[in-house]
């Protein structure tokens, strides 16, 4: 266990609504990951973090933004929710060597 | 083509059968991680390899740099091992991020 959480666990929004995903860990670990987990496309990269204010995008990053402001805290955000990220996000962090450990998960489902 | 392929995608055993999952991919790495999900559940690392072979339990890893593949053994497989696993890359990058194959599902019945 790697201390990670996320919040919320699921959430329900409409078409067009932001809303920010948080990820939290407890043990200073430099880099953090957002995924997304879809039926058929298996899990994808959305963005990533190296540090404090360091992100990248991954793979799927289009509609999506990502802030750390704390070492402890990344932030997804969908700015205008639409129906093709009804997803179940995942967030991760690298501990040692190359070993991730994931979250345990959040379910969105825009309507 | 997908850079990580695995198979099979469905998989259905009856308790005590020895199972095997493969992993081939096609992209330079640092290290290859097998990871189980189990239904509705989070995702748990089984194990990270980068050569040979790695054990714990009833679980066996192998990996072959040269042929880009690996395989996931199940001795005495148990109903409780119903789960999807999921292979995964480390690049070459220093990103570190995994390259995801898409799973396979076990059903092992008893």
């Known amino acids: 266990d790697a201390g990670i959480t996320q919040s919320p666990r699921h959430k329900v929004t409409e078409t067009g609504t932001p809303v920010t995903l948080r990820c939290h860990q407890t043990e200073n670990h430099r880099y953090m990951y957002w995924y997304r987990q879809d039926p058929g496309h298996g899990l994808r990269l959305i963005h990533y973090s190296y540090g404090v204010k360091d992100t990248d995008k991954g793979e799927v990053s289009d509609g999506y933004s990502v802030s750390r402001s704390k070492t402890e805290d990344f932030l997804l955000t969908l700015e205008s929710a639409t129906s093709s990220q009804t997803s179940v996000y995942f967030c991760a962090i690298r501990g040692q060597g190359l070993a991730q450990y994931f979250g345990p998960g959040t379910r969105l489902l825009v309507l | 083509k997908n850079e990580v392929e695995q198979s099979p995608q469905n998989l259905t055993a009856q308790e005590g059968e020895f199972i095997t999952i493969n992993c081939s991919y096609s992209?330079?790495?640092?290290?290859l991680h097998w990871l189980q999900q189990h239904p509705g559940g989070g995702i748990v690392s089984l194990f990270m390899?980068?050569?040979g072979k790695k054990k714990h339990g009833r679980l066996i890893a192998t990996i072959n740099i040269q042929e880009k593949h690996s395989s996931l053994h199940i001795t005495a497989s148990h109903p409780r091992d119903s789960a999807v696993y999921i292979c995964?890359?480390?690049?070459?990058?220093?990103?570190?991020?995994?390259?995801f194959g898409k799973g396979t599902k076990l059903s092992v019945k008893p």
């Open positions: 992209v330079g790495i640092s290290a």
């Open positions: 995964a890359v480390t690049g070459g990058g220093s990103q570190g991020n995994l390259i």
């Open positions: 390899l980068s050569s």
